[in-house]
């Protein structure tokens, strides 16, 4: 041979590259999984606010022309909203009030009109709806839980009649 040198790499620095560039992708693995974990944890804990939200933004609603209410053994409630065209502020349970229930079934909260039987989905991902009058008879206490994954977020309302 003339002195010429071969070009190229040898074994050894293929086998340092190969495992440096085993070690990088195990890292950005590792890096990919927690940003995943991170990011469905933060969807889950937002998706759960947002339905506790609605839950108690219709509540809200509802309550605040709610006359009187009827809490039932099963976790659902009915409230006697002062309907037609001169409220009168008597609890009648009948035309021309507005008799509305709230029930949970199959994990979604739903709102039903009782006169017409129209059925409205408040919530989705609701674990537990409970439902409790206190000593006096007039005040609901309200507990929605929601859970989506892991994240479970609970919540409770206190209402007084007027």
């Known amino acids: 041979m003339s002195g010429r040198r071969e070009t190229g790499f040898t074994l050894l620095e293929m ?3 190969a495992m440096l560039t085993v070690m990088l992708a195990l890292i950005v693995g590792r890096s990919w999984g927690n940003i995943s974990n991170a990011l469905g ?4 804990r937002t998706r759960a606010a947002q339905e506790l ?3 108690l ?4 609603r509802d ?8 809490p039932l053994d ?3 409630v009915l409230l006697c909203l002062d309907g037609g065209d001169l409220p009168d502020g008597l609890a009648q349970w009948a035309e021309p009030d507005e008799v509305v229930e709230y029930v949970l079934r199959n994990g979604q909260l739903i709102r039903r009109l009782v006169h017409d039987g129209q059925e409205f989905l408040v919530a989705k991902g609701v674990d537990a709806f409970a439902v409790r009058s206190l000593a006096n008879g007039r005040t609901l206490e ?3 839980r929601v859970r989506y994954g892991d994240i479970l977020r609970e919540t409770e309302l206190t209402w007084s009649q007027p």
């Open 63 to 70: 309550l605040g022309s709610t006359l009187a209410f009827t």
């Open 53 to 55: 939200r609605l839950t």
């Open 15 to 17: 086998l340092v590259a």
């Open 41 to 44: 944890d933060c969807t889950a």
């Open 74 to 76: 099963d976790g659902r």
């Open 142 to 144: 309200l507990t929605i």
């Open 57 to 60: 933004s219709s509540l809200s």
